[in-house]
């Protein structure tokens, strides 16, 4: 792929007249069960929203860890005719679950109709490795895609599989407002591999009608433990990262505790769409990064190294302590270029060694328009 500055590459450059962003929101996944360093990414793909059968996620396949990176399939929307449009996700299962075995790889993504009247969180599988998916189940059906007052969308599915070995699906719900919550954050649970699903259980929720919990991102620890990363955004939290802890992936203390600020002691914190990832180097326990898509500072106002830097911890107990890190991808971000497409999710994804860390994220080319971009470097802890 070509170049996009020092030390970058672009994974995807849209072409030229593409609507909207031209593409966002990339997500990307080892595949731990294959042959080799074998990585799955994918993204939104505003250039196939004129296909017949509405827009796809194309997916990109890399065999050395992420380096190179070459075109392999495409998931298309087989169920509703409408497309895959929103917010893609892809998940290896790291065991058997359900009718799957241990490296299947599920995704889920947004449908909705040409007229986004609806939002329907779809979970596709594939049993060969990304190139080829059958439709599994419907996770959460909401309204009008339009993140609004008065509107019932629900967004931004997360994957994970359990302490006792069930599929969750973490997503962002707007469907509760009359009960206060502008949005939230929940989970629902399978016990057959997302072919059905529990009811909804709340994970991130404050119900005074301004404060929105989302895009959740989930991890686990080497002791056990799950750690979720979120955005609060409103007019108190401001799209702030937080932080929660779970001994199972399901429990998640009180929803209305708004969790571990990602934020260094000087007060800059990580805002708007994090990604959290763990790396065994670093410290005695190994290290957690978090990105996100702005570094500001107590003001809200734009931090000395925004679109350059990773926030790190090795404080496992209270996660207070954050320090900020050099990110291997370097970019002009929102405040600098004002798009708001640009690093709309920042996956962050370590060298199985953890000495290496690839960074992808939408990155401004022109007028609103936005490349897909990655980088991979070592990692100074």
């Known amino acids: 792929m070509s170049d996009n500055g020092e030390g970058s590459n672009v994974l995807y450059r849209p072409p030229e007249d593409a609507p909207g962003a031209g593409a966002m929101y990339p997500r990307v996944e080892r595949l731990n069960h294959a042959d080799g360093d074998v990585l799955l990414a994918t993204f939104e793909h505003y250039a196939s929203v004129d296909e017949d059968d509405g827009p796809y996620f194309p997916i990109y396949r890399s065999t050395d860890g992420g380096e190179t990176w070459s075109r392999f399939s495409e998931l298309h929307d087989t169920q509703n005719g409408w497309g895959l449009a929103f917010q893609p996700v892809l998940f290896e299962l790291p065991e058997s679950v359900g009718p799957w075995s241990a490296g299947t790889v599920i995704t889920a993504g947004n449908s909705l109709p040409e007229d986004h009247s609806r939002t329907k ?36 599915p997360e994957f994970a599989v359990d302490a006792d070995g069930n599929l969750v699906c973490y997503f962002a719900d707007e469907r509760h407002q009359e009960d206060g919550y502008a949005q939230l954050v929940a989970h629902r649970v399978s016990h057959d591999g997302g072919q059905t699903w529990e009811d909804e259980v709340f994970d991130a929720a404050i119900p005074d009608g301004a404060e929105r919990p989302g895009m959740p991102v989930v991890t686990r620890l080497p002791d056990g433990r799950y750690v979720m990363v979120y955005e609060i955004v409103g007019p108190t939290h401001r799209g702030g990262a937080y932080l929660k802890t779970s001994p199972n992936g399901t429990e998640w203390g009180d929803p209305e505790a708004i969790g571990h600020p990602v934020r260094t002691a000087e007060g800059h ?10 790396t065994p180097v ?3 326990d190994g290290t957690l990064l978090v990105s996100a898509k702005t570094l500001r500072g107590p003001d809200g106002e734009q931090a000395p190294g925004s679109g350059e830097t990773l926030l790190a911890t090795t404080d496992f107990e ?64």
């Open 269 to 278: 914190q990580l805002t708007n769409g994090p990604y959290v990832t763990w």
């Open 282 to 284: 670093g410290g005695e």
């Open 121 to 156: 969180i779809d979970v596709y599988a594939s049993e060969d490795g990304g190139r080829n998916w059958s439709y599994v189940s419907t996770v959460a059906e909401g309204g009008r895609a339009a993140p609004q007052a008065g509107e019932t969308p629900v967004w931004e």
């Open 318 to 381: 209270g996660f207070d302590t954050w320090e900020a890190v050099t990110a291997p991808l370097q970019f002009e971000d929102e405040l600098d270029v004002g798009e708001r497409a640009v690093a709309w999710t920042t996956p962050l994804l370590p060298s199985r060694d953890g000495a290496r860390l690839l960074e992808m994220t939408s990155t401004y080319v022109d007028e609103g328009w936005c490349e897909i971009s990655y980088a991979v470097d070592e990692l100074d802890l």
